[in-house]
């Protein structure tokens, strides 16, 4: 899986604190649970209303619209700008959140092919975890990481190095390993260029601790 090219920043002036707190003038919403195939868990995509504006605005009343719909789900994948997701047994009423910490969610994706091969179940995360720009907000210009955790959302392990920013992954499930490539911004001029270290690494998914190793491949 192929992750895009977008303007991530970075700032690594450490005078600059900032504190990133929940929009409580946001009104969170879920979208209806969904059940991926071959699994016991409901996913519960949780964002935030998005308000859109038409052109003719101020000509007509009433002429923006609210979506009510955060995520979509497509062949094992979820996108979308997610603040959380909640996670329920088929069998049960109660509701377990992925994460008390505030995070964007970008995509999540069931690894369906190591379910086959192994029968194990993980899901793994784009994610954004911090202010990495340090503007005050957790947005787009922010870094995305890569996450893992089993299908019932426990075990939510952050995989890619700290500050640096996921390029690409791709599960071999002849090995059962998630293979996954990221950048670091090595030379601190606060940017993604070609002077910066790639990181090469995998996490093998029949390791319980799922350690992450690096490996060489040039």
Same mark, same amino acid.
């Given at each position: 899986?192929?992750?895009?090219?977008?303007?991530?920043?970075?700032?690594?002036?450490?005078?600059?604190?900032?504190?990133?707190?929940?929009?409580?003038?946001?009104?969170?919403?879920?979208?209806?649970?969904?059940?991926?195939?071959?699994?016991?868990?409901?996913?519960?995509?949780?964002?935030?209303?998005?308000?859109?504006?038409?052109?003719?605005?101020?000509?007509?009343?009433?002429?923006?619209?609210?979506?009510?719909?955060?995520?979509?789900?497509?062949?094992?994948?979820?996108?979308?700008?997610?603040?959380?997701?909640?996670?329920?047994?088929?069998?049960?009423?109660?509701?377990?959140?992925?994460?008390?910490?505030?995070?964007?969610?970008?995509?999540?994706?069931?690894?369906?092919?190591?379910?086959?091969?192994?029968?194990? $179940?993980?899901?793994? +995360?784009?994610?954004?975890?911090? &202010? #990495? /720009? =340090?503007?005050?907000?957790? *947005?787009? @210009? %922010?870094?995305?990481?890569?996450?893992?955790?089993?299908?019932?959302?426990?075990?939510?392990?952050?995989?890619?190095?700290?500050?640096?920013?996921?390029?690409?992954?791709?599960?071999?499930?002849? $090995?059962?390993?998630? +293979?996954?490539?990221?950048?670091? &911004? #090595? /030379? =601190?001029?606060?940017?993604? *260029?070609? @002077? %910066?270290?790639?990181?090469?690494?995998?996490?093998?998914?029949?390791?319980?601790?799922?350690?992450?190793?690096?490996?060489?491949?040039?």
């Amino acid at each position: 899986m192929s992750c895009d090219e977008r303007s991530q920043t970075i700032s690594h002036d450490d005078t600059i604190t900032t504190e990133i707190k929940k929009d409580n003038s946001k009104i969170e919403i879920a979208d209806l649970p969904i059940l991926i195939d071959s699994t016991d868990y409901l996913i519960h995509p949780i964002g935030y209303i998005r308000d859109y504006k038409s052109r003719f605005t101020s000509y007509s009343k009433g002429s923006g619209h609210a979506s009510y719909s955060v995520s979509r789900y497509n062949n094992y994948s979820i996108t979308g700008e997610l603040s959380n997701i909640k996670f329920q047994h088929l069998n049960s009423e109660k509701l377990t959140a992925l994460t008390d910490e505030l995070m964007e969610i970008t995509s999540i994706r069931f690894l369906e092919n190591i379910r086959v091969q192994t029968g194990l $179940q993980f899901l793994v +995360y784009t994610i954004r975890d911090a &202010d #990495t /720009n =340090k503007d005050a907000k957790l *947005d787009f @210009n %922010d870094v995305e990481t890569l996450y893992i955790s089993t299908i019932e959302g426990k075990g939510l392990k952050k995989l890619t190095p700290k500050l640096a920013q996921i390029v690409d992954w791709n599960v071999i499930p002849q $090995q059962s390993r998630l +293979y996954f490539k990221s950048i670091s &911004d #090595t /030379n =601190k001029n606060g940017e993604f *260029d070609k @002077n %910066d270290r790639v990181n090469y690494q995998y996490v093998n998914l029949k390791d319980e601790d799922l350690n992450v190793i690096q490996y060489n491949p040039l």
